[in-house]
């Protein structure tokens, strides 16, 4: 028999539709690649769950699942983007920690399990994907599952204390001792899983939720995840791509273009880039009429409160820039809440003299390697990165920087706009070998083949 890739994910492909974030883009060659299924939310809702939809996308074999809407609702904007997603990234006072939550979570994981059942074959490598789908593998095991199970989660690990804000955090972290094989974005994510596995975690309980379950028998380690630097590095240079960056140019006025490409979430570090921004403006007046700032923000997630509310802070801080700094022939600042394609993304890329990738914590941040994928060798951009982006452990060569602190920020724009063109092109080689090294199908490669020899109990 021989062996197929099951991947298993909250998002997948559409036809017609580009893949959506970095995960989706990312699986999508991947699969192409090894052959298999794709299994996850058609993005559909229904009031009773019927068989699953197998689709062909793109010459991958998809299996839609719909959900029903309040299952949903719970999974997805609650226990997944309210609770997981604000702890996980170190913003517990962001959480709303509500029962039902995790009660909707539970049951999506299992309609996922029920639906996965009958598709299996022994051979098959099940590959499970981030937060929305931790218990998966459990459940998939209490159902008789016995291939090989791996689950890799995108975002960060918390800390032990974080962690421990989540009421029903025994139970989910618990449930990872059912993969053979955890990978984790970065060292200091494998660090955090190791310090709540160790024996001091469990001193607690004052009222426990579920039993105890020791979790140090999981079998976690680094994976990066990376880009298709390659393919990126072909969109920049496309006839069409660089006729509209053409365009654009005429429209800043052929100014230093300053650039961050972010979803619109509280985790990007959008206000303290802002004022960062606005400190160079203020600090080093010299920029002034010289630089151009585009943040391009895709809405993301806006059923969450948490999320609506960054959309008017943003909107209030922009105006502010502007109305401090903008004349009548030079905006400062421009700040676009829409998706672009790739390709438009890698022309502005490529245009950028600086790519700003600032978030305050982020699981790797692939706008970072796709900023450097996207660089004319020979007049290369320069990345400004955070030292809180799982990207700054195989990206040294950075200008790595402390989100939270606007000088020092600053004072890496003004290093980034004066950084003469040797040294542009020493870190651009450097950087440009760490993205090779880590790209997309070493990631998936190097996963794959340790869940094939992971040690099975
Ligand atoms: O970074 C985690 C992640 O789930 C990515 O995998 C995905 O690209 C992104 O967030 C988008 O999230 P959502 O599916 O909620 O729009």
Known sequence: MTERLVVVSNRTPKPGKVAAGGLAAALDGVLKQLGGIWVGWSGDFTEQPGEPRHLDVGGNEIVHIDLNKADHAAYYAGYSNSVLWPTFHMRPELARFNTDFYEGYIRVNEQFADALLPLLKPDDLIWVHDYHLIPLGQLLRDRGVKNRIGFFLHIPFPTPEALSAIPSHRHLIGSLNAYDLVGLQAKRDVAALEDFAS????????????????????????????????????????????????????????????????????????????????????????????????????????????????????????????????????????????????????????????????????????????????????????????????????????????????????????????????????RWAKLRADIERHNIHAWADDFLRVLREAPRP
């Open 199 to 426: 024996p001091v975690e469990f001193v607690r309980p004052r009222r426990s939720s579920g039993p105890l379950v020791p979790v140090t028998g999981v079998n976690a380690s680094v994976f990066p995840i990376g880009s298709d630097p390659e393919a990126f590095a072909r969109m920049a240079e496309l006839p069409a791509t660089r006729k509209a960056m053409a365009t654009f140019n005429k429209s800043i006025a052929d100014r230093q273009l300053i650039l961050g490409v972010d979803r619109l979430d509280y985790t990007k570090g959008l206000p303290q880039r802002i004022e960062a921004y606005e400190r160079l403006l203020a600090d080093y007046p010299e920029y002034r009429r010289k630089v151009s700032f585009l943040q391009v923000a895709p809405a993301s997630r806006d059923t969450i409160q948490q999320y609506q509310e960054i959309t008017g802070n943003l909107d209030y801080q922009c105006g502010r820039v502007m109305g401090r700094f903008a004349e009548i022939d030079w905006q400062p600042l421009n700040y676009v809440k829409r998706a672009y394609g790739q390709s438009t993304l890698a022309g502005l890329y490529r245009t950028a003299r600086v790519g700003l990738v600032t978030p305050l914590r982020d699981g790797m941040n692939l706008v970072a390697h796709e900023f450097v994928a996207s660089q004319d060798p020979e007049n290369p951009g320069v990345l400004v990165l955070s030292i809180f982006a799982g990207a700054a452990e195989i990206m040294p060569d950075a200008l790595l920087v402390n989100p939270y602190d606007a000088d020092e920020t600053a004072h890496a724009i003004d290093l980034a706009l004066k950084m003469p063109l040797d040294e542009r092109k020493e």
